[in-house]
């Protein structure tokens, strides 16, 4: 079975602190993605990275950066928290291409509040 | 621009009483079409993906079904394990990696 493991279900952190948000999957997948989950909104991407070191931008990037440095480990990064950034944050991964059978697998979540 | 409408927002239903769970979705070409369950607190869980109009999926008491513009998530006899949020998502044929995702309806079944 596909694991994705993120490594905190709950965080509160200060407004202003830098925030890491880590991510790790076991299925040797290309592709890794963050969403963020608020009521009424559905998921939202924030970045997604198709190889290492590689990122790119999703709909809400503003305010949080990533880092890939091995293939199955996937940061986010919240520079200096805000409270609008309270939110679900789930990390996915999956194959890379064309084949729509490359399904998204999500981690359990990570329920952060900004104070 | 992709987009994913759900409706409804909540639906209520007695254990037993068949519904139904509508997507409806414009994308430049559909690549595939997706249903995921999502448990209070937990990550969504894949259920079923659909490529073409006219496809159908069935899982247990779930049946997923395609056209052009939509898609349904038939519900038969549903049981109180059922209640969760059912979330559909889009990909679209230019696109290799990333999906839309619709907000979602939450599901609770009553004995």
């Known amino acids: 079975d596909v694991k994705v493991t993120q490594s905190s279900r709950y965080l509160v952190k200060r407004t202003g602190e830098k925030v890491f948000l880590e991510c790790v999957q076991d299925m040797d997948h290309e592709n890794m993605f963050w969403y963020r989950q608020d009521p009424g909104l559905g998921l939202r991407l924030i970045y997604f990275?198709?190889?290492?070191?590689?990122?790119e931008k999703g709909d809400i990037p503003e305010g949080y950066s990533v880092s890939r440095e091995k293939k199955e480990r996937f940061s986010l990064i919240l520079e200096s928290a805000s409270t609008n950034q309270t939110s679900m944050y789930l990390c996915a991964s999956s194959l890379r291409g064309r084949e729509v059978k490359n399904i998204q697998y999500f981690g359990a979540g990570t329920r952060l509040s900004v104070l | 621009e992709d987009q994913v409408t759900q409706s409804p927002e909540a639906l209520r239903l007695q254990e037993g009483e068949s519904s139904s769970l509508n997507c409806s979705y414009t994308v430049s070409g559909l690549r595939g079409l997706f249903w995921y369950r999502q448990d209070p607190g937990k990550g969504p869980e894949f259920l079923f993906t659909l490529y073409s109009a006219g496809e159908e999926k069935e899982k247990e008491r779930l049946k997923a079904t395609l056209t052009k513009k939509e898609s349904f998530l038939h519900i038969t006899a549903p049981k109180p394990e059922d209640s969760a949020t059912y979330l559909c998502a889009v990909r679209a044929r230019y696109n290799n990696n990333d999906m839309r995702f619709g907000a979602g309806t939450r599901l609770t079944v009553k004995p």
């Open positions: 990275s198709y190889d290492v070191k590689m990122k």
